[in-house]
């Protein structure tokens, strides 16, 4: 608006007289002609011209000067310009009848007959402002809406990304809890093969020690060296070394790694349980608020309940399993420390003669 005020009163400080000044008023623009005319009704002016934008947010504003004639009621203003060295005019002629000014100003369309009226450089500056006032207002409103909107897409953001998000988490945990799953039926599978092995290979070190047994009858009937050496020799070493070292070396060491696997899923599995329930809290509670997002819910909150005490389940089982592995080796070291203590007392009381 000052750059506008100030161009309007440049334009009419360089006029030798009181310029005529003629407005022509529009709902969203107006049109300024001033001139002032010399002998032999020559006339020299400008033009500004100042229309609200489409979008109600800017001012455009057109200035340009132009030269005329008056005689008697008629009116002609030529407007020349000069473009890349080629020149140009553009003759608008009227009439000029007390108070009102009428233009007929070539279109592409024809001839437009514009009329305008008698007015004041302050009556047209008041006009001015009033378009920059609207077109402020309509800016701010802009502003304003535009802030909702974004506000508004934010919401919508935030809710499709709390549901993406979401979804992601459950898919994951669902997942977690089938490999899961898997895990703890190999474990299962490891601990009951180990539970078997000791057994087995107890059995093998009952078999040993029956056979002990029979050779130190057979020794203290013949009283043979041989047959004394033969029990007192190879078959206790094969109670007290191989067949025991089946049990505290290879089995007790399958079972410390079956073990230790199954209690690394013990650990995932309490904190997946965790996750399965906070997942299907955290979706029950945001299903209800988040009415904007574009993302579906994919969650099924009942899966990730049966999930999570099937988890639960899983865990008790591991722990059971671990219980038995570790009671089955517990019993077959007994057993087997009191089958090596018999041999060895009957290895013992067994002599032969010089």
């Not at 030798?16 to 002998?39: I, N, R």
């Not at 006339?43 to 100042?50: A, C, D, E, H, P």
């Not at 998000?165 to 809890?177: M, Q, R, V, Y």
């Not at 420390?337 to 002599?351: C, D, F, K, P």
Request: aromatic share 6%; hydrophobic share 45%; proline share 1%.
């Amino acid at each position: 608006m000052k750059r506008t005020l100030s161009l309007l009163l440049l334009l009419g400080s360089t006029a030798q007289a009181a310029p005529a000044v003629f407005v022509k008023a529009y709902a969203d623009g107006a049109e300024l002609l001033q001139w002032t005319e010399g002998p032999g009704g020559q006339l020299s002016g400008t033009y500004q011209f100042v229309a609200i934008t489409e979008q109600g947010t800017r001012l455009s504003t057109q200035n340009a000067v132009f030269t005329g004639t008056r005689q008697g009621s008629a009116v002609s203003v030529k407007f020349a310009q000069t473009v890349l060295g080629t020149s140009s005019s553009v003759l608008w002629t009227g009439t000029l009848a007390a108070q009102t000014l009428t233009l007929n100003r070539p279109q592409s369309a024809g001839i437009a007959s514009v009329i305008f009226t008698k007015g004041s450089l302050e009556a047209y500056n008041s006009l001015v402002a009033r378009f920059q006032a609207q077109v402020q207002r309509q800016r701010q409103a802009a502003q304003q809406a535009a802030q909702e909107r974004a506000a508004q897409q934010a919401k919508v953001d935030a809710q499709t990304r709390a549901v993406r998000e979401t979804n992601a988490d459950a898919a994951a945990a669902l997942s977690a809890a089938a490999q899961l799953g898997r895990d703890v039926q190999e474990d299962l599978r490891a601990l009951a093969e180990v539970s078997a092995l000791f057994r087995t290979d107890l059995a093998a070190l009952e078999t040993d020690q029956r056979t002990l047994l029979k050779d130190a009858e057979q020794a203290r009937r013949s009283r043979e060296c041989y047959d004394v050496q033969t029990v007192q020799g190879y078959d206790l070493a094969q109670l007290t070394g191989y067949g025991l070292s089946q049990l505290t070396g290879y089995d007790t060491a399958e079972l410390a790694r079956a073990l230790a696997t199954a209690d690394r899923h013990l650990e995932a599995a309490t904190a997946l349980r965790l996750t399965l329930r906070s997942v299907a809290q955290n979706a029950a509670q945001l299903q209800g608020i988040t009415p904007l997002s574009t993302v579906r819910w994919a969650v099924d909150l009942e899966a990730l309940q049966a999930a999570a005490s099937q988890t639960e389940q899983w865990a008790a089982q591991l722990q059971t399993a671990q219980a038995q592995a570790t009671a089955a080796r517990a019993a077959a070291l007994a057993r087997a420390q009191a089958l090596i203590t018999e041999a060895q007392q009957v290895a013992a009381s067994l002599s032969c003669a010089p």
